[in-house]
């Protein structure tokens, strides 16, 4: 697959970190960048979806009104109670 540059910034704490796991896994910054953003976006992709899916999925629950809902809930109370 072609490769393409590209620059980002990071803190000094963020760069530090990321040196250290490329020093102790014998993997370069550039890899373990590659790396990181796909799962990043493999997880931000899924949960979007996901999003999308409970919303289409909301406008098509049948509701209940809130005082509706609390009418019921209060007679199962008064029958368990009884």
Known sequence: M???NL???I???TRERLDLLAAKSGRNRSS??????????DH???LTGQIELGKDAAGTTPRV??????AA???V???ASS
Do not use: G, N
């Open 2 to 4: 072609a490769k393409t």
């Open 32 to 41: 373990l960048i590659e790396d990181a953003l796909k799962v990043y976006l």
């Open 65 to 70: 009104e809130h005082p509706v809902l609390l």
């Open 11 to 13: 803190d000094d704490e």
């Open 44 to 46: 931000e992709t899924w």
């Open 7 to 9: 620059s980002i910034r």
């Open 77 to 79: 109370i008064r029958e």
């Open 73 to 75: 809930v209060a007679s």
